[in-house]
């Protein structure tokens, strides 16, 4: 398995490298103190100044597979990895590659499954960093973890649906630009197949009925200016052609996007942790303690060294899960894309606790990125599906392959 990167992944990751350096990190205590001023809802004036750096640069809708060659750049999910790890190393930077959740998922969903007036609607001005979205499933009534629960409901009403229902957690929906909602809900509640009962409708933000109740928070951030929303849906009506790809198809269209998503999640996550570990390091050699550096210290060394192997087991099976992706599609990595959506926010929030650790009171404070970056690996514990899914799904399906494979003979 070769994960050593492309000539044209060299030099995407140089150029992300020092775009990094030149305009991300300086800017941190700039990208807060924006967002605590005024409306916390509207993006601060540096994101637009350095998307326009961005895009310049040629770095810019780096997340979609090969495959959408209409509207991707070229990359592979392998040759995307090591970029997303760079991004995710502060938590707002993928939105000035326009390469951030929850848009990268639904241009995905729109690119795969949408009709060309949807695309040109709503994808373009995705792709061109425009407009914001939300991607709305969870609902606070009941375990959205199996999304065949969801209970929104979805009625045809001549050439129009008509929308009810209560959402929350909604990432994006409290954001001033966001203006489109990807609402899945139920259109065929007896259907006796459950996959098939769900449908999705694209939902302008705006449309009479849609209310946003709260931003809910995150280990009590608000995560401005993006948030998470609770939404009503009251009597929304949005016409018939809103609907994507048909009726009964919305668990089918939750699954192909679920996908891509969790390893996005996991190669920015990756990144957090590596970042944590170099504070980490930092720390160590020049925090004095009982008369010499941390580092002098057993435990903090294996602290170290601990953190640094997790990193690296977890790095390398999302890029295994990124090749067979590559190589055989989605579904067949399903069990590769659920080990790391269990291992990379785990090993994340291990990392990060370590990295907390050693710097003592600041850790949990406002002066280092650690405090922040522990709510969000231990959020992506939850999002996409939390880890007993994953594991309930991922023991499941091995167990019933391992014991069919040794039934039939292969006992090497």
């Known amino acids: 398995m070769d994960f050593e990167y492309s000539p044209r992944v060299r030099e995407l990751r ?13 800017n941190e205590a700039r990208w807060e103190a924006q967002v605590a001023d005024g409306d916390r809802w509207e993006p601060p004036g540096l994101l637009a100044e350095l998307k326009e750096k961005a895009r310049t640069a040629g770095l810019w809708n780096l997340f979609l597979p090969d495959t959408y060659d209409r509207f991707s750049p070229g990359l592979t999910n392998l040759e995307y990895a090591p970029l997303a790890e760079l991004m995710g190393r502060v938590y707002w930077a993928p939105e000035v590659f326009n390469c951030n959740a929850p848009d990268t998922g639904n241009m995905e969903v729109l690119a795969k499954y949408g009709n060309e007036a949807q695309q040109r609607q709503w994808l373009t001005p995705l792709m061109n960093g425009e407009i914001r979205s939300a991607f709305a499933m969870t609902e606070p009534e009941l375990a959205s973890s199996d999304a065949t629960n969801v209970a929104t ?10 929308i009810n229902g209560r959402k929350w957690f909604i990432s994006g929906a409290c954001n001033n630009h966001t203006r489109i909602y990807i609402v899945m809900g139920k259109t065929d509640p007896g259907n006796a197949n459950k996959y098939l009962q769900q449908s999705m409708l694209l939902v302008p933000a705006g449309t009479p009925g849609v209310q946003v ?3 809910m928070q995150v280990f009590g951030y608000d995560d401005a200016p993006e948030g998470h929303a609770e939404l009503i849906f009251d009597n929304v009506r949005v016409p018939a052609d809103n609907l994507l790809l048909g009726e009964g198809r919305g668990f089918e269209i939750a699954q192909g996007r679920l996908g891509p998503g969790r390893i996005h999640h996991c190669m920015r996550t990756i990144g957090l942790a590596q970042r944590a570990l170099e504070k980490m390091c930092v720390r160590a050699e020049t925090r004095i303690a009982f008369g010499q550096p941390l580092s002098k210290q057993q435990s903090v060394r294996e602290a170290i060294a601990l953190s640094a192997c997790e990193i690296e087991q977890a790095r390398l099976l999302t890029l295994k899960a990124a090749a067979k992706m590559d190589q055989g599609g989605n579904k067949a990595a399903k069990d590769l894309i659920a080990m790391i959506k ?20 600041a850790g949990v404070s406002q002066d280092t990125f650690l405090a922040r970056a522990y709510t969000i690996a231990r959020s992506i514990r939850l999002a996409d599906g939390p880890d007993q899914v994953h594991m309930m799904q991922l023991g499941r399906n091995l167990s019933r392959e391992i014991h069919e494979r040794l039934n039939d003979g292969d006992n090497a």
Do not use: T, W
Request: charged residues 25%; aromatic residues 6%; contains cysteine.
């Open 14 to 26: 140089k150029s992300l490298l020092d775009f990094m350096d030149e305009h991300i990190y300086p």
């Open 153 to 162: 409901s979805i009625v045809r009403d001549g050439d129009d649906y008509v």
């Open 213 to 215: 109740v709260r931003p």
């Open 342 to 361: 269990i291992v990379a926010p785990n090993m994340a929030c291990a990392v990060i606790d370590r990295a907390i650790q050693i710097h003592g009171a």
